[in-house]
């Protein structure tokens, strides 16, 4: 994601960590450029060291029936 910061002519990236093309929760970087293309600065946190399972615990059908509402519960 770019940001633009007119106040200190400079753009802000944000730039998330993905495990699998799965967003690693906490894995963003902030990198800050001026408009003429020079890093200002990078933080973050990088996540290592992810091991999951990535097989599915339940089928889509019983996801859904997990998740459902009863009827006129908001």
Request: proline share 4%; with cysteine.
């Amino acid at each position: 994601v770019k940001v633009d910061d007119e106040r200190n002519e400079s753009c802000v990236y944000f730039l998330q960590q993905l495990y699998n093309e799965i967003p690693v929760d906490g894995g963003i970087f902030r990198v800050v450029v001026t408009k003429d293309g020079k890093t200002i600065s990078v933080s973050g946190t990088y996540r290592d060291g992810i091991e999951v399972d990535q097989k599915p615990q339940m089928t889509s059908e019983e996801a859904e029936k997990a998740l459902a509402l009863p009827s006129g519960t908001y």
